[in-house]
């Protein structure tokens, strides 16, 4: 094994919460309905999928210890389904108010979009302070992800790991347009 380190860049990606945005068409797209959203309902089927590239860093090893994490209640996993079928998903780690999305992936148009937007909402209506990316690619700049330098990143997420938050705060059945409200609005 090579080990399991922490990555702490220069800028981090993060998205603010209180300014993530959803884009028209995913809003039509996600009011239209035709897919369920589900939370922990088959975790180990999204870490599969997530690792299921040509390149990943998700190895053996680090798929054992997401899965032993997932297990101990700290990483959960959004699932979105089309037709029966596993079409996108997302997953991530929670320690208190602070969740660190680790990856995500989509078979279906627009799955693991979905996916995000039920995590925000998830994040918003648990008391969540911090939605942590990593990086800051052109897609999640999309929704509002932006990078912050390394000191300000670093109280973000002292105070966030340090404060409680509820992740089963949002109802597994909440609809669209519930959770559409939750992610968009500002406080």
Request: proline residues 3%; contains cysteine; hydrophobic residues 45%.
């Amino acid at each position: 094994t090579d080990g399991v380190f922490w990555v702490d860049p220069r800028n981090r990606g993060i998205f603010p919460l209180d300014r993530f945005h959803v884009p028209r068409r995913l809003a039509r797209r996600i009011r239209a309905g035709g897919f369920t959203v589900t939370v922990d309902q088959d975790y180990e089927a999204v870490i599969d999928a997530c690792a299921d590239r040509d390149e990943t860093w998700i190895n053996g090893d680090i798929r054992r210890l997401y899965v032993a994490l997932h297990r101990m209640g700290y990483a959960h996993s959004i699932e979105v389904r089309m037709e029966g079928a596993l079409a996108g998903g997302l997953y991530g780690v929670r320690i208190g108010a602070a969740f660190f999305g680790e990856s995500m992936f989509h078979r279906r148009t627009d799955a693991s979009k979905i996916a995000l937007v039920w995590l925000v909402a998830r994040l918003r209506a648990g008391g969540f302070t911090l939605l942590d990316s990593q990086f800051v690619t052109e897609h999640l700049a999309r929704f509002g992800a932006t990078s912050v330098p390394r000191d300000a990143y670093h109280k973000m997420l002292d105070a966030a790991i340090r404060a409680t938050a509820d992740f089963d705060a949002l109802p597994q059945d909440a609809s669209p347009e519930t959770v559409l409200q939750l992610s968009t609005q500002t406080s």
